[in-house]
């Protein structure tokens, strides 16, 4: 019996061997827990976190509603960065819900991808 981690782990190895980050255009790589979701934007070439922001300090919302206001704040860091063209790594999860709502909300805040 293969568990949920394990086949989202699996649809993420897949979806690492086509997506990777540069300097012009990093990767936008989504983490969530059962509490809190994290993100951050990677130079790949480099192996370095450019920016990063995580719903840990954000007290008296739910899920759905911290993934929206992460998703403005790191385009946010983004802009600051002068980065306005991601490629978005949603690390095997899949396209709905609290990932969908993260990156809804980073394009418009003027991320493009």
């Not at 990063?52 to 802009?79: F, H, P, Q």
């Amino acid at each position: 019996m293969i568990s949920r981690e394990q086949k989202r782990k699996k649809r993420h190895n897949r979806v690492r061997a086509k997506v990777v980050g540069s300097a012009q255009r990093p990767r936008l790589s989504v983490f969530k827990s059962n509490k809190d979701i994290y993100v951050q934007l990677i130079d790949d070439a480099k192996g370095l976190t450019i920016v990063s922001a995580n719903s840990l300090k954000i007290a008296d919302k739910t899920l759905s509603e911290k993934s929206v206001m992460i998703g403005s704040e790191i385009a946010k860091l983004a802009k600051s960065k002068s980065i306005s063209k991601v490629v978005f790594d949603r690390s095997g999860y899949l396209y709905t819900g609290l990932i969908k709502a993260l990156a809804e909300s980073a394009r418009e805040g003027g991320l493009e991808f």
